[in-house]
């Protein structure tokens, strides 16, 4: 009898309550997800949802939703948990740590999609100067903080090797260090081979699919296609796997076939494949206009893609292969906090704990930055490495960087794991007024994330087997995602 009384004590205590702000997203099979602010959600069908959209939550709804912290607590504890929890949703930026160099912007490959809009090799007044490196070198010894990434993008940086070293070896007092070489790997001589062998240097590539993929998006020729992928499988003989990043670049008008992509990969030991469409960048922009928006087609592929990496990982489960990106949205909706992934972070402020140096020592706020001034579309540069980057201009990118007062971002559920980009919208629109739904960073998104809580969902064990070996469980839960009957 007490325990009777006890229970409806507590629902009289919930009903005086005030349930939780919950933004609802239709999902497949009449379901409906809800999503709190701190980002904890739960799975209902269409009485639950009548019932919360108006009739008044059951008894047994009640209960439900307490356990789920969706009811809010009056007590300071309960409040101070609330706003904590809300917090570890919120993109954090601290002290500058990650710098993107660009040594020089010659390169000896001409692909069609380059999103820099590189120079010849032969081009000058396209590397650093003496004055530009030692504003570098000077910024670098200012930094406070103890561990330290740096990326050299170009063009291709190798051709400035002597560069490369000046700025590691001045690195050296870093507790953390850690270096990345972005390169096509056309040329590898022994002084290459020497920096790559450092333990704290890791080597980034593009691997578009087998070789006649390659030599048809990138290196023209069979002997450069064969010399790449000789240097490739040089390096990751010689080194190991996990010196080596490689990235796709797929034309969504004819990509290859998924079973040929991750056979690439597999074969060479790669676990991750990071599939990217062309993006809106550089000579992409001419060349491949049709690339401001991910059609219909990509999706269709890029679903077909990930059903083919859940097949092959129940097929043999000595392995697991996954697709980066979707992995990175998979951790923001169940494991706030550990992703750094600045595409996807809401706020997104510019230039706090990264920025990105070009070849004549402007900063840029991100690389799709440079990439537009670098095309003459628009110029959002920041400041310069000789006089720094706390500027109006940063000030103004600064004050749009955050998806929470945007009217429909706050409806959205997915609004607590989604970010805020507003160089893709200026790449794409030429503003950052576009209605968010309109926008192919939203219809992405929204896309992704609808496929998330699909597979999220499932009940198939293939589904349920990829979904937490991508989410770093030891095991396979009984279910991922809560559900109110």
Same mark, same amino acid.
């Given at each position: 009898?007490?325990?009777?009384?006890?229970?409806?004590?507590?629902?009289?205590?919930?009903?005086? !309550?005030?349930?939780?702000?919950?933004?609802?997203?239709?999902?497949?099979?009449?379901?409906?997800?809800?999503?709190?602010?701190?980002?904890?959600?739960?799975?209902? &069908?269409?009485?639950? +949802?009548?019932?919360?959209? &108006? &009739?008044?939550?059951?008894?047994?709804?009640?209960?439900?939703?307490?356990?789920?912290?969706?009811? $809010?607590?009056?007590? #300071?504890?309960?409040?101070?948990?609330?706003?904590?929890?809300?917090? +570890?949703?919120?993109?954090?930026?601290?002290?500058?740590?990650?710098?993107?160099?660009?040594?020089?912007?010659?390169?000896?490959?001409?692909?069609?999609?380059?999103?820099?809009?590189?120079?010849?090799?032969?081009?000058?007044?396209?590397?650093?100067?003496?004055?530009?490196?030692?504003?570098?070198?000077?910024?670098?010894?200012?930094?406070?903080?103890?561990?330290?990434?740096?990326?050299?993008?170009?063009?291709?940086?190798?051709?400035?090797?002597?560069?490369?070293?000046?700025?590691?070896?001045?690195?050296?007092?870093?507790?953390?260090?850690?270096?990345?070489?972005?390169?096509?790997?056309?040329?590898?001589?022994?002084?290459?081979?020497?920096?790559?062998?450092?333990?704290?240097?890791?080597? #980034?590539?593009?691997?578009?699919?087998?070789?006649?993929?390659?030599?048809?998006?990138?290196?023209?020729?069979?002997?450069?296609?064969?010399? =790449? $992928?000789?240097?490739?499988?040089?390096?990751?003989? !010689?080194?190991?796997?996990?010196?080596?990043?490689?990235? /796709?670049? %797929?034309?969504?008008?004819?990509?290859?076939?998924?079973?040929?992509? @991750?056979?690439?990969?597999?074969? *060479?030991?790669?676990?991750?494949?990071?599939?990217?469409?062309?993006?809106?960048?550089?000579?992409?922009?001419?060349?491949?206009?049709?690339?401001?928006?991910?059609?219909?087609?990509?999706?269709?592929?890029?679903?077909?893609?990930?059903?083919?990496?859940?097949?092959?990982?129940? +097929?043999?489960?000595?392995?697991?292969?996954?697709?980066?990106?979707?992995?990175?949205?998979?951790?923001?909706?169940?494991?706030?906090?550990?992703?750094?992934?600045?595409?996807?972070?809401?706020?997104?402020?510019?230039?706090?704990?990264?920025?990105?140096?070009?070849?004549?020592?402007?900063?840029? /706020?991100?690389?799709?930055?440079?990439?537009?001034?670098?095309?003459? %579309? @628009?110029?959002?540069? %920041?400041?310069?490495?000789?006089?720094?980057?706390?500027?109006?201009?940063?000030?103004?990118?600064?004050?749009?960087?955050?998806?929470?007062?945007?009217?429909?971002? !706050?409806?959205?559920?997915?609004?607590? =794991?989604?970010?805020?980009?507003?160089?893709?919208? %200026?790449?794409?629109?030429?503003?950052?007024?576009?209605?968010?739904?309109?926008?192919? =960073?939203?219809?992405?998104?929204?896309?992704?994330?609808?496929?998330?809580?699909?597979?999220?969902?499932?009940?198939?064990?293939?589904?349920?087997?990829?979904?937490?070996?991508?989410?770093? *469980?030891? &095991?396979?839960?009984?279910?991922?995602? /809560?559900?109110? /009957?």
């Amino acid at each position: 009898m007490s325990v009777v009384t006890d229970d409806l004590g507590l629902i009289d205590t919930l009903r005086q !309550r005030q349930v939780s702000r919950l933004r609802s997203r239709p999902l497949r099979n009449g379901h409906g997800l809800f999503v709190g602010d701190n980002g904890r959600f739960f799975r209902a &069908g269409p009485s639950v +949802q009548d019932r919360l959209n &108006g &009739g008044g939550p059951s008894e047994e709804d009640l209960r439900f939703l307490d356990g789920e912290w969706h009811v $809010l607590g009056s007590g #300071s504890l309960e409040r101070r948990s609330r706003r904590y929890a809300e917090a +570890q949703r919120l993109g954090w930026s601290h002290r500058l740590d990650y710098l993107i160099l660009v040594p020089t912007l010659r390169c000896n490959l001409s692909c069609s999609y380059c999103q820099v809009s590189r120079a010849s090799l032969s081009s000058t007044g396209h590397d650093w100067s003496d004055a530009t490196l030692a504003a570098v070198l000077d910024q670098i010894d200012r930094l406070e903080t103890t561990s330290i990434k740096i990326e050299f993008q170009g063009g291709e940086p190798t051709l400035r090797l002597d560069l490369i070293k000046a700025v590691i070896d001045r690195c050296q007092r870093f507790e953390r260090r850690e270096f990345v070489v972005c390169t096509n790997l056309q040329y590898l001589d022994d002084e290459v081979l020497e920096l790559f062998a450092r333990d704290e240097v890791y080597v #980034s590539t593009s691997l578009d699919g087998g070789a006649a993929t390659h030599l048809s998006n990138r290196t023209a020729t069979d002997s450069g296609t064969r010399r =790449f $992928l000789d240097n490739l499988n040089m390096i990751i003989e !010689r080194f190991g796997v996990g010196k080596v990043s490689a990235l /796709p670049t %797929i034309d969504p008008r004819s990509p290859p076939e998924p079973d040929e992509l @991750i056979d690439t990969y597999a074969g *060479l030991g790669f676990n991750s494949i990071f599939l990217r469409p062309i993006n809106f960048h550089g000579f992409a922009r001419k060349r491949h206009p049709e690339s401001r928006e991910q059609q219909s087609d990509w999706r269709r592929y890029y679903e077909r893609f990930i059903g083919r990496l859940i097949e092959r990982n129940w +097929q043999d489960r000595s392995r697991v292969l996954e697709e980066t990106y979707l992995g990175v949205c998979l951790r923001r909706i169940f494991q706030p906090g550990s992703e750094r992934h600045v595409d996807l972070r809401s706020p997104n402020p510019v230039g706090v704990d990264y920025v990105v140096i070009d070849h004549d020592g402007t900063v840029y /706020p991100t690389d799709e930055a440079r990439m537009l001034a670098r095309s003459g %579309i @628009i110029d959002l540069a %920041i400041g310069s490495v000789e006089t720094g980057w706390d500027t109006p201009e940063r000030a103004t990118l600064d004050r749009h960087s955050t998806n929470e007062f945007d009217p429909a971002c !706050r409806q959205c559920a997915y609004q607590p =794991f989604c970010g805020r980009d507003v160089i893709d919208d %200026i790449a794409r629109y030429g503003t950052i007024d576009m209605p968010r739904t309109e926008t192919e =960073f939203c219809r992405k998104h929204m896309y992704l994330f609808d496929l998330i809580f699909e597979l999220v969902y499932s009940d198939d064990p293939a589904v349920r087997h990829s979904v937490c070996r991508w989410l770093r *469980l030891p &095991g396979t839960p009984v279910e991922l995602g /809560p559900t109110l /009957p």
